[in-house]
Protein backbone atom coordinates (compact mmCIF):
# COMPACT_ATOMS: atom_id res chain seq x y z
CA UNK A 1 0.00 0.00 0.00
CA UNK A 2 1.69 3.31 -0.76
CA UNK A 3 0.34 6.62 -0.28
CA UNK A 4 -1.02 8.47 -3.82
CA UNK A 5 -1.60 11.51 -2.68
CA UNK A 6 -2.01 14.91 -0.05
CA UNK A 7 -4.57 17.39 -0.41
CA UNK A 8 -5.52 19.90 1.77
CA UNK A 9 -8.43 22.52 2.43
CA UNK A 10 -8.13 26.02 4.26
CA UNK A 11 -11.23 26.45 6.70
CA UNK A 12 -12.07 28.79 9.78
CA UNK A 13 -14.89 28.74 11.95
CA UNK A 14 -15.98 31.79 14.41
CA UNK A 15 -14.89 32.13 17.81
CA UNK A 16 -17.23 34.09 20.17
CA UNK A 17 -14.78 36.32 21.34
CA UNK A 18 -11.82 34.84 22.85
CA UNK A 19 -8.26 36.49 24.20
CA UNK A 20 -5.20 35.19 25.96
CA UNK A 21 -2.07 36.74 26.43
CA UNK A 22 -0.53 36.63 23.19
CA UNK A 23 -3.32 37.40 21.51
CA UNK A 24 -6.86 38.08 20.76
CA UNK A 25 -9.25 35.75 17.79
CA UNK A 26 -12.24 35.94 15.96
CA UNK A 27 -12.03 32.87 14.10
CA UNK A 28 -10.33 29.28 14.54
CA UNK A 29 -8.67 28.43 11.45
CA UNK A 30 -6.88 24.67 10.34
CA UNK A 31 -6.11 23.18 7.61
CA UNK A 32 -8.07 19.88 6.87
CA UNK A 33 -6.03 17.21 5.19
CA UNK A 34 -6.63 14.61 3.11
CA UNK A 35 -4.35 11.35 2.43
CA UNK A 36 -5.33 9.04 -0.30
CA UNK A 37 -3.66 5.68 -1.00
CA UNK A 38 -3.60 3.67 -3.93
CA UNK A 39 -6.10 0.83 -2.95
CA UNK A 40 -8.94 4.04 -2.16
CA UNK A 41 -8.64 4.64 1.43
CA UNK A 42 -8.52 8.42 2.58
CA UNK A 43 -7.50 9.08 6.17
CA UNK A 44 -8.39 13.09 7.56
CA UNK A 45 -6.36 14.71 9.88
CA UNK A 46 -6.42 18.58 10.83
CA UNK A 47 -3.51 21.34 11.36
CA UNK A 48 -3.77 23.93 13.88
CA UNK A 49 -3.63 26.91 12.05
CA UNK A 50 -5.13 29.82 14.21
CA UNK A 51 -2.57 30.89 16.56
CA UNK A 52 0.94 31.92 14.23
CA UNK A 53 1.85 34.03 17.27
CA UNK A 54 2.73 31.48 19.48
CA UNK A 55 3.59 28.55 16.52
CA UNK A 56 4.98 30.54 14.08
CA UNK A 57 3.07 29.06 11.62
CA UNK A 58 0.14 30.67 9.57
CA UNK A 59 -2.45 29.26 7.39
CA UNK A 60 -0.45 30.26 4.49
CA UNK A 61 2.65 28.44 5.32
CA UNK A 62 1.28 25.26 6.49
CA UNK A 63 -0.88 24.49 3.80
CA UNK A 64 1.90 25.69 1.77
CA UNK A 65 4.71 23.47 3.26
CA UNK A 66 2.71 20.32 3.45
CA UNK A 67 1.69 20.79 -0.57
CA UNK A 68 4.80 22.04 -1.74
CA UNK A 69 7.82 20.35 0.59
CA UNK A 70 5.91 17.34 3.05
CA UNK A 71 4.20 16.12 0.50
CA UNK A 72 6.73 15.11 -2.45
CA UNK A 73 8.63 13.51 0.44
CA UNK A 74 6.24 11.29 1.66
CA UNK A 75 4.15 10.09 -1.06
CA UNK A 76 5.22 6.57 -2.30
CA UNK A 77 5.59 5.67 1.29
CA UNK A 78 3.35 2.60 3.32
CA UNK A 79 1.53 4.84 5.48
CA UNK A 80 1.78 2.04 7.92
CA UNK A 81 4.88 3.10 8.96
CA UNK A 82 3.89 6.12 10.92
CA UNK A 83 7.52 6.16 12.51
CA UNK A 84 8.99 6.53 9.17
CA UNK A 85 7.27 9.16 7.63
CA UNK A 86 7.55 11.54 10.94
CA UNK A 87 11.17 11.00 10.58
CA UNK A 88 11.41 11.96 7.29
CA UNK A 89 9.80 15.03 7.72
CA UNK A 90 11.94 15.71 10.80
CA UNK A 91 14.91 15.61 8.70
CA UNK A 92 13.44 17.89 6.41
CA UNK A 93 11.08 20.50 7.81
CA UNK A 94 12.43 21.84 11.53
CA UNK A 95 10.10 22.43 13.81
CA UNK A 96 6.62 23.09 12.25
CA UNK A 97 4.82 21.62 14.77
CA UNK A 98 1.54 21.67 12.95
CA UNK A 99 2.15 21.14 9.71
CA UNK A 100 3.34 17.57 11.13
CA UNK A 101 0.13 17.31 13.08
CA UNK A 102 -1.99 17.25 10.39
CA UNK A 103 0.08 14.95 8.92
CA UNK A 104 0.06 12.42 11.66
CA UNK A 105 -3.66 12.78 12.49
CA UNK A 106 -4.29 11.86 9.03
CA UNK A 107 -2.44 8.68 9.13
CA UNK A 108 -3.73 7.74 12.07
CA UNK A 109 -7.21 8.29 10.70
CA UNK A 110 -6.23 5.99 7.41
CA UNK A 111 -4.67 3.60 10.10
CA UNK A 112 -7.49 3.06 11.44
CA UNK A 113 -10.12 2.86 8.96
CA UNK A 114 -8.19 0.27 6.83
CA UNK A 115 -8.29 -2.42 9.90
CA UNK A 116 -11.54 -1.35 10.66
CA UNK A 117 -10.14 0.10 14.86
CA UNK A 118 -10.24 3.20 16.26
CA UNK A 119 -7.49 5.25 16.63
CA UNK A 120 -6.70 4.47 20.52
CA UNK A 121 -6.58 1.03 19.98
CA UNK A 122 -3.41 1.89 17.68
CA UNK A 123 -2.30 3.92 20.94
CA UNK A 124 -2.60 0.94 23.52
CA UNK A 125 -6.21 1.08 23.94
CA UNK A 126 -8.31 2.98 26.18
CA UNK A 127 -8.20 3.37 30.35
CA UNK A 128 -11.27 4.89 30.09
CA UNK A 129 -14.52 5.52 28.17
CA UNK A 130 -15.27 9.14 28.99
CA UNK A 131 -12.75 12.03 29.09
CA UNK A 132 -13.62 14.67 31.23
CA UNK A 133 -13.78 18.22 29.94
CA UNK A 134 -12.53 21.75 31.32
CA UNK A 135 -13.10 25.02 29.09
CA UNK A 136 -10.92 28.10 29.31
CA UNK A 137 -12.07 31.30 29.43
CA UNK A 138 -10.89 34.30 27.79
CA UNK A 139 -9.71 37.55 29.05
CA UNK A 140 -11.44 40.56 29.70
CA UNK A 141 -13.23 42.49 32.10
CA UNK A 142 -14.14 40.37 35.62
CA UNK A 143 -18.10 40.76 34.85
CA UNK A 144 -17.52 39.51 31.17
CA UNK A 145 -15.53 36.79 32.26
CA UNK A 146 -17.59 35.66 35.61
CA UNK A 147 -20.59 36.17 32.86
CA UNK A 148 -18.60 33.88 30.28
CA UNK A 149 -17.98 31.26 33.01
CA UNK A 150 -21.79 30.98 33.91
CA UNK A 151 -22.11 30.43 30.32
CA UNK A 152 -19.88 27.24 30.28
CA UNK A 153 -21.42 25.88 33.13
CA UNK A 154 -24.77 25.93 31.64
CA UNK A 155 -23.55 23.99 28.84
CA UNK A 156 -22.82 20.95 31.20
CA UNK A 157 -19.18 21.73 32.12
CA UNK A 158 -17.64 22.67 35.79
CA UNK A 159 -14.17 23.07 35.20
CA UNK A 160 -12.97 26.16 34.57
CA UNK A 161 -9.84 27.50 33.30
CA UNK A 162 -9.31 31.49 33.88
CA UNK A 163 -6.69 33.02 31.21
CA UNK A 164 -4.18 35.30 32.90
CA UNK A 165 -2.78 38.68 31.27
CA UNK A 166 0.27 40.37 32.20
CA UNK A 167 -1.81 43.02 34.61
CA UNK A 168 -1.46 40.78 37.48
CA UNK A 169 -3.33 43.35 39.97
CA UNK A 170 -6.29 42.79 37.43
CA UNK A 171 -5.80 38.99 37.28
CA UNK A 172 -6.26 39.16 41.09
CA UNK A 173 -9.45 40.76 40.33
CA UNK A 174 -10.89 38.61 37.73
CA UNK A 175 -10.03 35.37 39.96
CA UNK A 176 -12.12 36.79 42.62
CA UNK A 177 -14.76 37.42 40.66
CA UNK A 178 -15.60 34.35 38.68
CA UNK A 179 -15.07 32.49 41.92
CA UNK A 180 -17.39 34.63 43.38
CA UNK A 181 -19.61 34.10 40.96
CA UNK A 182 -19.80 29.92 39.83
CA UNK A 183 -19.47 29.42 43.71
CA UNK A 184 -17.38 27.15 45.42
CA UNK A 185 -18.25 23.41 44.12
CA UNK A 186 -16.43 24.41 40.36
CA UNK A 187 -12.78 23.12 39.82
CA UNK A 188 -11.02 26.95 39.06
CA UNK A 189 -7.74 27.04 36.96
CA UNK A 190 -5.60 29.86 35.79
CA UNK A 191 -3.32 30.20 32.84
CA UNK A 192 -1.36 33.34 32.69
CA UNK A 193 0.44 31.68 29.59
CA UNK A 194 3.79 32.75 30.82
CA UNK A 195 3.16 36.53 31.26
CA UNK A 196 4.35 36.45 34.34
CA UNK A 197 7.21 36.79 36.58
CA UNK A 198 8.30 34.14 38.95
CA UNK A 199 8.47 37.07 41.82
CA UNK A 200 4.45 38.60 40.86
CA UNK A 201 3.28 34.65 40.20
CA UNK A 202 4.08 33.66 43.83
CA UNK A 203 2.41 37.16 45.33
CA UNK A 204 -0.54 36.02 43.17
CA UNK A 205 -1.19 32.86 44.16
CA UNK A 206 -0.68 34.01 47.50
CA UNK A 207 -2.97 36.44 47.26
CA UNK A 208 -5.74 34.42 45.33
CA UNK A 209 -5.51 31.42 48.33
CA UNK A 210 -8.81 31.71 49.06
CA UNK A 211 -10.08 30.97 45.50
CA UNK A 212 -9.30 27.06 46.12
CA UNK A 213 -8.08 27.19 42.73
CA UNK A 214 -6.83 23.51 41.68
CA UNK A 215 -3.79 24.34 39.39
CA UNK A 216 -1.88 27.27 38.39
CA UNK A 217 -0.69 26.52 34.27
CA UNK A 218 3.20 27.82 33.20
CA UNK A 219 3.14 31.63 34.76
CA UNK A 220 6.31 32.41 33.35
CA UNK A 221 8.36 31.43 29.63
CA UNK A 222 8.94 28.54 28.64
CA UNK A 223 13.06 28.18 29.07
CA UNK A 224 12.84 29.29 33.13
CA UNK A 225 12.52 25.93 34.63
CA UNK A 226 14.72 26.87 37.46
CA UNK A 227 12.16 29.84 38.19
CA UNK A 228 9.24 27.23 37.69
CA UNK A 229 10.59 25.80 40.43
CA UNK A 230 10.93 28.08 42.66
CA UNK A 231 6.93 28.93 42.11
CA UNK A 232 5.90 25.22 42.65
CA UNK A 233 8.03 24.84 45.98
CA UNK A 234 5.79 28.37 46.90
CA UNK A 235 2.63 27.96 46.52
CA UNK A 236 -0.06 25.88 47.82
CA UNK A 237 -1.65 24.10 44.61
CA UNK A 238 -0.05 22.05 41.69
CA UNK A 239 1.88 23.60 39.02
CA UNK A 240 1.39 22.85 35.42
CA UNK A 241 4.02 23.01 32.44
CA UNK A 242 2.29 23.92 28.79
CA UNK A 243 5.04 26.29 26.96
CA UNK A 244 7.66 23.84 28.26
CA UNK A 245 6.55 20.70 27.04
CA UNK A 246 6.80 19.97 23.50
CA UNK A 247 9.13 16.47 23.29
CA UNK A 248 10.28 13.64 25.69
CA UNK A 249 13.38 15.38 26.33
CA UNK A 250 11.65 18.40 27.85
CA UNK A 251 9.20 16.10 30.35
CA UNK A 252 12.90 14.77 31.37
CA UNK A 253 14.17 18.48 32.13
CA UNK A 254 10.71 19.10 33.46
CA UNK A 255 11.32 16.50 36.07
CA UNK A 256 14.80 17.45 36.81
CA UNK A 257 14.52 20.74 37.44
CA UNK A 258 10.83 19.22 39.68
CA UNK A 259 9.10 22.72 38.28
CA UNK A 260 5.76 20.69 37.79
CA UNK A 261 3.30 18.72 38.97
CA UNK A 262 1.57 17.50 35.80
CA UNK A 263 1.71 18.16 32.01
CA UNK A 264 -0.13 19.72 29.42
CA UNK A 265 0.02 18.27 26.56
CA UNK A 266 -0.96 19.64 23.23
CA UNK A 267 -0.90 17.62 19.90
CA UNK A 268 -0.02 20.50 18.06
CA UNK A 269 2.75 20.84 19.88
CA UNK A 270 4.04 17.18 20.37
CA UNK A 271 3.80 16.94 15.65
CA UNK A 272 0.20 14.87 16.44
CA UNK A 273 -0.43 11.69 18.13
CA UNK A 274 2.54 9.45 17.69
CA UNK A 275 4.91 11.76 19.20
CA UNK A 276 2.81 12.89 21.98
CA UNK A 277 2.57 9.17 22.88
CA UNK A 278 6.51 8.89 23.98
CA UNK A 279 5.93 12.22 25.60
CA UNK A 280 3.58 10.45 27.49
CA UNK A 281 4.99 7.31 28.39
CA UNK A 282 8.32 9.29 29.27
CA UNK A 283 5.95 11.49 31.84
CA UNK A 284 4.24 8.52 33.10
CA UNK A 285 8.02 6.77 33.60
CA UNK A 286 8.63 10.25 35.46
CA UNK A 287 5.29 9.71 37.78
CA UNK A 288 4.42 13.44 36.02
CA UNK A 289 0.75 13.39 34.87
CA UNK A 290 -1.07 14.56 31.64
CA UNK A 291 -4.13 15.66 29.95
CA UNK A 292 -4.96 16.79 26.76
CA UNK A 293 -5.03 20.39 26.07
CA UNK A 294 -6.93 23.10 23.92
CA UNK A 295 -5.87 25.13 20.99
CA UNK A 296 -9.59 25.55 20.09
CA UNK A 297 -9.29 22.75 17.65
CA UNK A 298 -12.47 23.45 15.39
CA UNK A 299 -12.61 19.54 13.58
CA UNK A 300 -11.01 16.56 13.67
CA UNK A 301 -7.86 17.53 15.97
CA UNK A 302 -10.56 17.71 19.28
CA UNK A 303 -11.55 14.30 18.44
CA UNK A 304 -8.01 13.16 18.49
CA UNK A 305 -7.48 14.90 21.83
CA UNK A 306 -10.22 12.69 23.05
CA UNK A 307 -8.74 9.84 21.62
CA UNK A 308 -5.17 10.28 23.06
CA UNK A 309 -6.71 11.54 26.58
CA UNK A 310 -8.59 7.57 26.71
CA UNK A 311 -5.28 6.32 26.31
CA UNK A 312 -3.67 7.53 28.97
CA UNK A 313 -2.84 5.74 31.98
CA UNK A 314 -2.28 8.43 34.28
CA UNK A 315 -5.39 11.60 33.60
CA UNK A 316 -6.24 12.59 37.54
CA UNK A 317 -8.65 15.57 35.97
CA UNK A 318 -10.36 17.06 33.00
CA UNK A 319 -8.39 17.26 29.74
CA UNK A 320 -9.42 20.81 28.11
CA UNK A 321 -11.45 21.48 24.73
CA UNK A 322 -12.05 25.04 25.14
CA UNK A 323 -13.35 24.96 21.49
CA UNK A 324 -16.94 23.35 22.68
CA UNK A 325 -17.83 26.94 24.23
CA UNK A 326 -16.32 29.25 22.28
CA UNK A 327 -15.86 27.82 18.76
CA UNK A 328 -19.55 28.98 17.31
CA UNK A 329 -19.56 26.05 14.49
CA UNK A 330 -17.77 22.70 13.55
CA UNK A 331 -17.23 20.77 10.51
CA UNK A 332 -18.64 16.97 11.91
CA UNK A 333 -21.43 15.57 11.09
CA UNK A 334 -22.38 14.99 14.68
CA UNK A 335 -20.69 17.68 16.47
CA UNK A 336 -19.36 16.47 19.67
CA UNK A 337 -21.97 17.04 22.75
CA UNK A 338 -20.99 16.87 26.46
CA UNK A 339 -22.90 14.22 29.07
CA UNK A 340 -22.04 14.89 32.26
CA UNK A 341 -19.08 16.81 32.34
CA UNK A 342 -17.96 14.13 29.50
CA UNK A 343 -17.31 13.46 25.99
CA UNK A 344 -17.47 9.86 25.10
CA UNK A 345 -14.67 8.18 22.82
CA UNK A 346 -16.01 7.34 19.62
CA UNK A 347 -16.28 3.76 18.63
CA UNK A 348 -15.92 4.18 14.87
CA UNK A 349 -13.02 2.94 12.27
CA UNK A 350 -10.40 5.94 12.82
CA UNK A 351 -11.28 8.58 14.57
CA UNK A 352 -14.78 7.39 14.44
CA UNK A 353 -16.69 10.85 12.69
CA UNK A 354 -17.15 12.03 9.61
CA UNK A 355 -16.82 15.26 7.98
CA UNK A 356 -20.00 17.15 7.14
CA UNK A 357 -18.54 18.50 3.76
CA UNK A 358 -21.55 21.11 3.59
CA UNK A 359 -20.52 23.04 6.39
CA UNK A 360 -17.00 22.29 5.60
CA UNK A 361 -17.70 24.22 1.72
CA UNK A 362 -19.67 27.33 4.37
CA UNK A 363 -16.95 27.55 6.34
CA UNK A 364 -13.83 27.01 3.57
CA UNK A 365 -11.18 30.32 3.21
CA UNK A 366 -10.53 30.71 -0.69
Same mark, same amino acid.
Given at each position: ???????????????????????????????????????? =?????????????????????????????????????????????????????????????????????????????????????????????????????????????????????????????????????????????????????????????????????????????????????????????????????????????????????????????????????????????????????????????????????????? =???????? =????????????????????????????????????????????????????
Amino acid at each position: MKITKIETIAYGIPVKGFADAYTSFVRSDAILIKIYTDDG =HVGIGEACAWEPEFYGETRESIESTILNYAAPKIIGEDPFNIGRIMMILDQNLARITCVKEGIDLALHDLLGKILNVPVYKLLGGKFRDKVPVGSEIGINTPKAMADNALRVLKEGISVIKIKGSDDMKLDVERIKTVRAAVGDDVELRLDPNAAWDTIGSIRVMRAVEDCNLQLLEQPIPNWDLKGMAHIRSNIGVPLMADESIWTPQDAVKIHDYGAADLLNLKIAKTCGLHLGKKVEAVAEALGLPCIAGTELEPGISSVAKI =HIAASMKI =HPIASEFTELTQVDGSVLKQPLKVVDGCLAVPEGPGFGVEIDEDALEEYRIK
